[in-house]
């Protein structure tokens, strides 16, 4: 049961040197950069020589389908350049996928860190997202934004252990990174001919740090 990483990325020195430490012991990690101008790239050949520039932005789902097809084994674990794996979290994998079949896909839940102090409500804890699935069955959807791996007719192991994510540095980093997520969002659902609520997409991100603070 060999193991692929795959890892999207964009100018992400501040983070990827933690994440790709992480997951060192994988059998190989595949990073796909959309044109990095900083020293993303310079750390990342450190931890692997299969990187691969791909700058024709078409969303984050299909950038995410272009990393594990470019994997040589079957079996892919998708993580984000502000994840790190534990080795807890690392041991329960290991244990686990030789006990797999291609149906299987694994659900890690996410533990975020914001602000000084990991979240444990809000709506931020527990979120089980699938992480690792094997390509021959299953794929990343197409989304713009909030893409996710299609689980459907596949059966789901959640796993015990968190994967650490360290995505906001501070409120305004926060903000800015949802703003800008809502617009692709805004942009996917026009794409599938709805309208689209700007007012409601714009107001989540302050109802949930709102809702964190208080």
Same mark, same amino acid.
Request: with cysteine.
């Given at each position: 049961?060999?193991?692929? @990483? ?5 100018n992400e020195?501040? $983070?990827?040197?933690?994440? !790709?430490?992480?997951?060192k012991?994988? +059998?190989?990690?595949?990073? !796909?950069? &959309? ?20 700058? +024709?932005?078409q969303g ?5 389908r272009?990393?594990e097809? !470019? ?11 502000d /994840?790190? @794996? &534990?080795? $807890? !979290?690392?041991n ?10 291609? /149906?299987? @896909? ?7 860190? %914001?602000? #000084?102090q990991?979240?444990?409500h809000?709506?931020?804890?527990? +979120? ?10 299953? &794929? ?8 996710? @791996?299609?689980t ?5 192991? $959640? ?6 994510? %360290? ?8 903000l ?11 942009k996917q659902?026009?794409q599938? #001919? ?6 409601k ?6 109802l949930?740090? %709102? +809702?964190?603070?208080?």
């Amino acid at each position: 049961m060999k193991l692929s @990483v795959c890892i999207i990325c964009k100018n992400e020195e501040n $983070t990827i040197a933690r994440c !790709l430490e992480s997951v060192k012991w994988a +059998d190989e990690i595949i990073l !796909l950069d &959309s044109g990095s101008t900083d020293n993303t790239l310079e750390i990342a050949k450190k931890y692997t020589d299969k990187i691969f520039i791909r700058e +024709d932005w078409q969303g984050f789902g299909e950038q995410r389908r272009r990393a594990e097809q !470019l994997a040589s084994n079957d079996w892919i674990f998708a993580i984000d350049c502000d /994840e790190e @794996v &534990s080795e $807890t !979290l690392k041991n329960e994998i290991l244990n686990t996928l030789p006990r797999c079949s291609e /149906e299987n @896909v694994l659900r890690i839940n996410r533990l975020t860190y %914001f602000c #000084g102090q990991f979240i444990y409500h809000s709506g931020w804890h527990p +979120d089980h997202i699938a992480r690792i699935y094997n390509k021959k069955k299953t &794929s990343y959807n197409r989304n713009l934004v909030h893409e996710s @791996v299609i689980t459907k007719d596949c059966e789901l192991i $959640t796993l015990k252990e968190n994967i650490l994510h %360290f995505q906001h540095q501070d409120i305004f980093t926060y903000l800015n990174k949802r703003n800008h997520y809502a617009n692709l969002g805004a942009k996917q659902i026009i794409q599938k #001919g709805k309208k689209p609520h700007y007012q409601k997409l714009l107001a989540l991100p302050y109802l949930l740090l %709102f +809702d964190i603070i208080f």
